[in-house]
């Protein structure tokens, strides 16, 4: 248990269907991150949101949409996605303030397994 | 290039070192990772290293960073079935907030 947790853990849905994920860490970080984790690719950070504000958007399309409420909550909304978004997605939280700190450990949560038909 | 590459699976016998390999791009880049992914389960760090070291000696593991290179290694000696996962090379860029991770490497250990 590292202290993220995320629902749900496996979704399947249509192309258009509208979804959220939701990811909550209880270890106080100031932090939290989106990543989308495929087969045989690097990691790939999609979202970063410091003090509650977005700090990193890498070009990811706007059919993914995140939400960050307060420091402890993470949301990403889907809307008319593609098979090729079918992966995993994980949150991930760390200690980091404005301007993130040089060692910056992340504790990720288990992931939820989308699959897009 | 941009990515952090390294080789995508590694098996090896129990008992015997595993060693996994990893090159990073940014040579200010100040802290190197090693995560551990177990099945089902999200990343969890499993050693460090800072950019001015060579060498980190943790029990079974053993990190040795190559600057010039830019190259990173992780030895797991005596490897156990309970070390079958996917591990993640990842390094830390100027900026903040800037993790650049692998692809992982998916270690079978065979008994």
């Known amino acids: 248990e590292t202290g993220v947790t995320q629902t749900p853990r496996h979704l399947v849905m249509g192309m258009t269907n509208k979804k959220s994920l939701k990811c909550e860490q209880h270890l106080g970080h100031n932090a939290m991150y989106w990543y989308k984790q495929s087969a045989k690719k690097p990691l790939e950070l999609m979202f970063v949101y410091s003090l509650e504000e977005r700090v990193e958007n890498n070009s990811v399309p706007s059919r993914f949409s995140p939400e960050c409420p307060n420091s402890s909550h993470l949301f990403l909304h889907l809307h008319t996605l593609q098979p090729e978004d079918s992966a995993l997605y994980l949150c991930?939280?760390?200690?980091?303030?404005?301007?993130?700190?040089?060692?910056?450990?992340?504790?990720f949560g288990p992931g939820t397994r989308l699959t897009v038909l | 290039g941009e990515d952090v590459e390294q080789s995508l699976f590694l098996s090896v016998r129990e008992g015997d070192s595993s060693v996994i390999n990893c090159t990073y791009t940014?040579?200010?880049?100040?802290?190197l990772y090693w995560y551990k992914q177990e099945p089902g389960a999200g990343l969890q760090l499993l050693t460090y290293i800072f950019s001015n070291m060579d060498m980190k000696q943790d029990q079974r593991l053993t990190v040795l960073l190559n600057k010039k290179d830019k190259h990173l290694s992780l030895r797991i000696a005596d490897t156990q079935t309970g070390d079958s996962a996917i591990y993640f090379c990842?390094?830390?860029?100027?900026?903040?907030?800037?993790?650049?991770f692998g692809a992982g490497t998916r270690l079978f250990v065979k008994a």
């Open positions: 991930a939280s760390s200690q980091g303030g404005k301007g993130g700190l040089s060692y910056n450990e992340q504790f």
């Open positions: 940014d040579s200010s880049s100040t802290y």
């Open positions: 990842a390094e830390e860029r100027t900026g903040g907030f800037k993790t650049i």
